[in-house]
């Protein structure tokens, strides 16, 4: 079992940045690939980027690609979302998720997730 924390999230202007991390216990981070999803209201849950096990490879949406970066960090068992030039169609409710497979921009591929951290973008 893999226990995913999301943090970092928050109200921030439209053009600012945040960084949410992703905290993990229960097995090493390392034999996961990982990815983040959000989720506005009324919406459905989307991709937003996703990682292989080592962090070399990297996909993004359409939609934050040259805004958004995931890195990680195996020895510390944390990931990181870092968001800049945030736009107020960015609010959502952002998760991270694991799996034991490899990543992917389905949601149904991921074995563990967060419960969420709040990013709000105003305009």
């Known amino acids: 079992q893999v226990q995913l924390v999301e943090s970092g999230g928050g109200l921030v202007q439209a053009g600012g940045s945040l960084r949410l991390s992703c905290a993990a216990s229960?097995?090493?981070?390392?034999?996961?690939?990982m990815a983040w999803f959000r989720q506005a209201p009324g919406k459905e849950r989307e991709f937003v980027g996703g990682?292989?096990?080592?962090?070399?490879?990297?996909y993004y949406a359409d939609s934050v690609k040259g805004r958004f970066t995931i890195s990680r960090d195996n020895a510390k068992n944390t990931v990181w979302l870092q968001m800049n030039s945030l736009k107020p169609e960015d609010t959502a409710t952002y998760y991270c998720?694991?799996?034991?497979?490899?990543?992917?921009?389905?949601?149904?591929?991921?074995?563990?997730w967060g419960q969420g951290t709040q990013v709000t973008v105003s305009s």
């Open positions: 229960g097995r090493p981070l390392s034999s996961y690939a």
């Open positions: 998720a694991a799996s034991s497979r490899y990543y992917s921009a389905y949601s149904s591929s991921y074995d563990y």
């Open positions: 990682m292989n096990w080592s962090g070399v490879s990297t």
